[in-house]
């Protein structure tokens, strides 16, 4: 019964995938999730049904070039037009944007050579206190007190440095992966997973409180502001000139600068999945996969197993330095809060989520999550604090909604999502939503007669077999996981007697 | 070679006692050797000469004049380290992972044993308790907070780690990772449900912030009063008698030759007839109710607890049981006691010597610098068995 379901649902996708079908599919969704958005700016069903038609132009098998320009006409012209008209939706796609590159950049570490960092938005602190502090005032202001600073303070350099500040943000994030990576080498696994999570903690102390002896962070108040690049206004002027008949309003220049930081995310993400791609199927991408599988392998195979994991740790960190860089100066903020555990476990829930080593899946894990953590629990809040000032009541028990305490507020209820996420995933579909093209391929070649293009639960871990299962994510090496059992009690055993 | 027979149960006893007492006075001696050697070198030096302008004392005679003090208060920090750092120890020795959702397990005590007296002190009790009676109270809510955590930890064993207990070694990590995010909010949703805020006091009650005067000594003209606080007095006697018990049970008693046999070899004791499953529940009870434990003899020590109290403690208890030597009960005591002692020193002497450069804020990064340390340079720790490494 449960299988026919499936097979005839099976059908109707593969029917929905082939021939014209997938161009009316994508045209007709993208058609009425901008009709739904420009008619509504504020729902969020009409958001969300933009989004999946936005992913639709992913999935459905079309032809290469249709695709591409369709991809292109949302990205730069679509996108921007209906973000003029709701603001709001610019900050989700940034957002998502930014949280994207971040989660490409884990997806190296974790991912791609199995190594688990728990302390990855280090990095991206980096990027963002560099232009923090090369971009703002706080380069005269070293010998002062944080908070006071004098009037008429210069800036150090000018905004426009910014867009050079990203490639240094790139490099300096990149040496601080190839710093943290050189001791970290040593210890492995679950090890070196608490390791990477002290470091995190330690550069957001550092930032909290290098505001002595001399002030470089701030301390925990923060910097700003933050200078963001310069933007004439007559780019304003012609944009208004142009959109501003189509969206019906027009925008000032802080609100452009949201589609200014969201273009040029854009463009950082797009040469973050190009990089990605190509490092994926290159020499590099092939000897992280060996060392994921089984570093004692690959290095008798001949791979720097250091080498490699070393070029990982800094590819994955230099991704977040950009985006750290693009961050300080959308917000014009930076504090020690903004990089906080929460921040890492996020990004790792978001490639958790999507897929461990996929490249779409990680993105359209960052998209899920923004979307949930953004949109879902915070219109949950609203719809809450709704209910609190009405005068409704839950029927059976006679509750008063307004009687429902304040501090209940869904949207700072990030954790518990992340959360759900991670342990539902880990227990039922630890590959992801959508798993990596080249697990994906293994499986296949191995089961060539399942036509189950996503792998069950029972095939990703066979129980009792983990160990040699070349499929799974993070897997410690073989060899040295035979150790630890007599390690385990050395104290006890010689009590035993 | 001949050796004394001594029944078990006495042995089994004695033994933690004179490990604990031997790794105490130790742990302090060269702590406190190390910190006076400091203040000799530091003499004439910057430090010293602020400290003789601002307080009017050299820097070693200041040193030496809040030494016990310093000590006393590493003491108390390391026992409670010790106690978690045990549930971390043990849950590894079993099962081989670490148990991130353990520092949660440590607030949901906390929270149940405050919660507990709170209601107490609604229903009048608290206030009129004697002095007798406030004790008993406190062994009620450090009841609470065991049989809160416990079951916590059960039922997290059960539900988030059994199914993965095959999986290779990074997904139950990250599980356990979930878990300890989700127990974070749990604590923060219950309790903003049922009282409209997340932070909780520890409500004052019996004679627990009174000082007993220790004794007094002289540096130079000065002389200075060491006194100790009741709570602190509690939480050590307290952790004391956990960290005991906790020996006896693993080592004299018959669930303890299991969780020893489940630890060395799972498959085999399976084989001999030892109920693995029940058995690694048995452990997670056990090392919960020492973290719940911990958490009430935290509370009563700060005061102050909210959901995420249980972060840096769970953080450094983790680091101690590392620099003990993870899966190793006694390491996990002597790595909670130096630990405690190195923050406490640090959080001391930090301002003063660095001329107030680095306040002892750093003191947690102090505890991340350790962890990274000692596991680069010797990750089976310090009384762990050099073997090639694990994980």
Known sequence: ?497 | MRTVQVPVAVREIVRPLVRMTIFVVGAGAVFSAVMILLAALFRGSGADKLLLENQGVGILSYTISILPQVLIDGVTLGFVYAAIALGYTMVYGVLEFINFAHSEIFAIGAFAGVEFLIFMDKLGILAKASIFTSYILLLMSVLAGMMASGTAAVIVERTAYRPLRSAPRLVPLISAIGVSFILQDLIRLVESLTTGQFHRIFPTFGNFDDRVPLFTFKVGQEPIDVDIQVKSIVVIGAAVAMLVGLNYIVNATRIGKAIRAVAQDRNTAGLMGVYVNGVISFTFLLGGALGGAAGVLYALKFTRIDPFIGFFPGLKAFTAAVLGGIGNLTGALLGGIVLGMLESFAGAYLTTFTMGAMGAEYKDILAFAILILVLIFRPSGLLGEQVSQKA
């Open chain 1, 1 to 497: 019964m449960k299988a026919s379901l499936r097979e005839s649902l099976d059908g109707l996708a593969k029917r929905l995938n082939t021939g014209r079908y997938p161009y009316i599919v994508s045209g007709s969704l993208l058609f009425l999730g901008t009709l739904f958005v420009y008619l509504s700016p504020r729902s969020i069903p009409a958001f969300l049904v933009f989004v999946a038609a936005v992913s639709m132009v992913y999935f459905l098998k079309m032809h290469k070039i249709v695709k591409l320009s369709l991809a292109v006409f949302i990205a730069i012209i679509l996108v921007p037009i209906l973000g003029a008209r709701n603001i709001f939706y610019l900050e989700v796609i940034f957002q998502i944007a930014v949280f994207s590159a971040l989660a490409l950049g884990l997806n190296i570490v974790v991912g791609f050579s199995g190594i688990l960092n728990l302390g990855y938005v280090a990095f991206y602190a980096v990027g963002a206190y560099l232009w923090g502090f090369f971009g703002s005032q706080q380069a005269f202001l070293l010998h002062e007190i944080p908070g006071t600073a004098p009037q008429g303070t210069p800036f150090l350099l000018a905004p426009d440095w910014f867009y050079l500040f990203i490639f240094l943000g790139i490099i300096v994030a990149a040496i601080m992966g190839l710093l943290l990576g050189l001791p970290v080498l040593r210890v492995r696994g679950d090890y070196l997973a608490i390791v990477t999570l002290g470091f995190g903690e330690v550069v957001r102390q550092l930032a909290n409180n290098l505001d002595k002896p001399l002030n470089l962070t701030n301390g925990p108040q923060g910097i700003t502001p933050i200078q963001r690049p310069s933007l004439p206004k007559e780019v304003v002027d012609v944009f208004n000139a142009i959109v501003g008949p189509l969206v019906g309003n027009k925008v000032n220049i802080n609100q452009f600068y949201n589609i200014l930081f969201y273009l040029i995310a854009l463009v950082v993400v797009i040469a973050a999945i190009v990089i990605t791609y190509r490092l994926d199927d290159s020499r590099i991408g092939r000897a992280w996969t060996a060392i994921r599988e089984d570093e004692l392998a690959a290095t008798a195979m001949g791979i720097p197993a250091n080498k490699m994991k070393l070029a990982a740790f800094a590819v994955g960190a230099s991704f977040a330095g950009a985006m750290g860089v693009l961050f300080a100066a959308s917000r014009t903020f930076v504090s020690p809060d903004s990089f906080n555990f929460m921040q890492s476990i996020g990004v790792l829930t978001m490639v958790i989520l999507g897929g461990i080593g996929s490249i779409p899946g990680v993105i359209i894990g960052a998209a899920v999550v923004i979307i949930l953590n953004l949109q879902v629990l915070q219109s949950f809040s609203l719809f809450l604090s709704q209910l609190r000032q009405s005068e409704a009541v839950i029927p059976l028990i006679n509750f008063h909604w307004k009687d429902l305490s304040t501090q209940l507020d869904p949207a700072k209820y990030q954790r518990l999502l992340f959360g759900i996420i991670l342990v539902l995933m880990m227990i039922y579909r630890p590959a992801g939503l959508i798993p990596a093209a080249r697990r994906t391929r293994e499986l296949k070649g191995s089961e060539a007669e399942s036509c189950n293009y996503i792998p069950e639960k029972g095939s990703e871990i066979p129980p009792g077999t983990a160990n040699d299962s070349p499929k799974v994510p993070g897997e410690a090496p073989k060899g040295s996981g035979e150790a630890p059992k007599d390690e385990a009690a050395p104290d006890k055993e010689k009590n035993n007697g």
